[in-house]
């Protein structure tokens, strides 16, 4: 009797130790795949890759308000996807208004979206295309100074970038949402078009 006790018991034990090597062994060797878990390689914000997520955070930023140039119709001003991003046309006619007058009233007036004037001066809207005249020579070290520091072309010792740009709410980006925005901005087409220099308050000493 106690010779078949312990024959059941070690049976027990040794159906316990090959359940628990079976199961070591699912743990160790079988992959995510094969278990029927599917996980993401990245986590582009729910998009399937970086250049799609930031177009996306381009469009919701309101971007292209100030950086896309517009074109005239019987519904108003609307987007003109030839000249993307392109920034403030060179050849376009300069806003004609009393400077002084909208500077001392701290009005701003704008035409096209793309030239503003404050008391700050005339400002106009970058070119963002990887164009040359654009981005095409920024590094995203550069990228990443302009819009959490607010320096002009993200070089050290430059000026501050002028309004409108909000550089001041663009720096709260998460660094993996910079980095979206400037793929992006790197995947569009070029554009060759070098925007005016912003120029000082007329009231600012010669």
Partial sequence: MKKQIIMLTSGILLSLGLVQCSDQKVDNGTSEEDSGITVPAENYGGYSSQVEWGNHLVTIAGCNDCHTPKKMTEKGPVIDSSLLLSGHPVNMPKIEVNKAEMEAKHLVVTMDLTE???????????????????????????????????????????????????????????????????????????????????????????
């Avoid at 008391?119 to 040359?132: I, K």
């Avoid at 959490?148 to 709410?169: A, H, I, Q, V």
């Fill in 116 to 206: 503003w004037v404050g008391p700050w001066g005339t400002s106009y809207a970058a070119n963002l295309t990887p164009h040359e005249t654009g981005l095409g020579n920024w590094s995203e070290e550069q990228f990443f100074k302009a819009l959490r520091e607010g320096k002009f072309k993200g070089l050290d010792g430059s000026r501050t970038l002028l309004p409108p740009m909000p550089w001041e709410m663009f720096k709260h980006f998460s660094d993996d949402e910079i980095k979206a925005i400037f793929a992006y901005l790197k995947s569009v087409k070029p554009v060759d078009n070098i925007v005016p220099a912003a120029l000082p308050p007329v009231s600012a000493p010669q």
